[in-house]
């Protein structure tokens, strides 16, 4: 009896990372951010086409980072994009 292949259906992924501020130790949170989205990425078989990374306060709407996220989502038609939540 044959066995069956697994064929994994990699998905077009964009990955957004964002802090409030330009202190250093934002700059680390960033990077760490990018860091496990990635491995979360790779877990779900996700291909990761872009990474955009941003500093700006998350209270502003028209941020150009999630404005790029938007408009790169639509016109590329990826169907995921991965970002961290921060939970207070």
């Known amino acids: 009896m044959l066995e069956a292949e697994k064929v994994v259906i ?3 992924a964009i990955i957004y990372c964002r802090v409030s501020t330009d202190k250093k130790t934002q700059e680390t949170s960033l990077q760490r951010q ?3 989205l990635k491995k979360l990425a790779d877990l779900h ?3 990761v086409k872009k990474v955009v ?3 700006a306060s ?3 709407v028209d941020r150009e980072g999630i404005l790029d996220v938007l408009h790169t989502m639509k016109e590329e038609k990826y169907l995921c994009c991965l970002f961290k ?3 207070d």
């Open 85 to 87: 939540m921060k939970h």
């Open 10 to 12: 990699k998905v077009d």
């Open 45 to 47: 078989h996700l291909d």
């Open 53 to 55: 990374m941003e500093k």
């Open 34 to 36: 990018q860091e496990e």
């Open 58 to 60: 998350g209270y502003e």
